[in-house]
T-cell receptor, first 120, second 114 residues
Framework: EAQVTQNPRYLITVTGKKLTVTCSQN?????MSWYRQDPGLGLRQIYY???????DKGDVPEGYKVSRKEKRNFPLILESPSPNQTSLYFCASSFRVPTSGRAKNTGELFFGEGSRLTVL | SQQGEEDPQALSIQEGENATMNCSYKTSINNLQWYRQNSGRGLVHLILIRSNEREKHSGRLRVTLDTSKKSSSLLITASRAADTASYFC??????????????FGKGTLLTVNP
């Protein structure tokens, strides 16, 4: 079954304790991305990756790191979590980035089920 | 920065009625997508409309795009209680190399009452 798998789904941690949220997709997608969702703010992009070893900052990258050593995995690392990183996190992947107009491939994102993180 | 903005923020209708949600955006785009999210779950892609398309249909969904007004609408016809969810528009802009941005609006919460 085609899917994006995130772990853990729920986590309560304390300030400063490093943690990693894993993300894996089995669809051979080049593009992967992390979002956080907060009430009243919608989804905001943290980091994205166009392909292996290619990553770039989104709108809210502060306090996060990512790596893309393999095509299927895109972990999100919080080196020193703080309470303002309490949020619902989503990983997403896409087969290919479409170019303007004539591309046949869609940029449809496939989302994981989310990881609810609480930092005390 | 938020690119798309949905309107209204919340919409409550009766089963069988049509629901219309709007999305406005600020800059030129390549494509616009609509997603659905059931409470606390991952988003699910509904439909993508390209910048050179004006209207697209998928089942009970109809999406329009007006690039001159930088706006899109999502129409759900003959709504059902199961359509209750948040709906998001997402705009993407690819300017070559690794410069690709896909940004979401804050969403419209649709409640369909039985």
């Amino acid at each position: 079954e085609a899917q994006v798998t995130q772990n853990p789904r729920y986590l309560i941690t304390v300030t400063g304790k490093k943690l990693t949220v894993t993300c894996s997709q089995n669809m051979n997608h080049e593009y992967m991305s992390w979002y956080r969702q907060d009430p009243g703010l919608g989804l905001r992009q943290i980091y994205y990756s166009m392909n292996v070893e290619v990553t770039d900052k989104g709108d809210v990258p502060e306090g996060y790191k990512v790596s893309r050593k393999e095509k299927r995995n895109f972990p999100l690392i919080l080196e020193s979590p703080s309470p303002n990183q309490t949020s619902l996190y989503f990983c997403a992947s896409s087969f290919r980035v479409p170019t303007s107009g004539r591309a046949k491939n869609t940029g449809e994102l496939f989302f994981g089920e989310g990881s609810r993180l609480t930092v005390l | 920065s938020q690119q798309g903005e949905e309107d209204p923020q919340a919409l409550s209708i009766q089963e069988g009625e049509n629901a219309t949600m709007n999305c406005s955006y600020k800059t030129s785009i390549n494509n616009l997508q609509w997603y659905r999210q059931n409470s606390g779950r991952g988003l699910v892609h509904l439909i993508l409309i390209r910048s050179n398309e004006r209207e697209k249909h998928s089942g009970r969904l109809r999406v329009t795009l007006d690039t001159s007004k930088k706006s899109s609408s999502l129409l759900i016809t003959a709504s059902r209680a199961a359509d209750t969810a948040s709906y998001f528009c997402a705009t993407d802009l690819y300017s070559g190399g690794s410069n690709y941005k896909l940004t979401f609006g804050k969403g419209t919460l649709l409640t369909v009452n039985p």
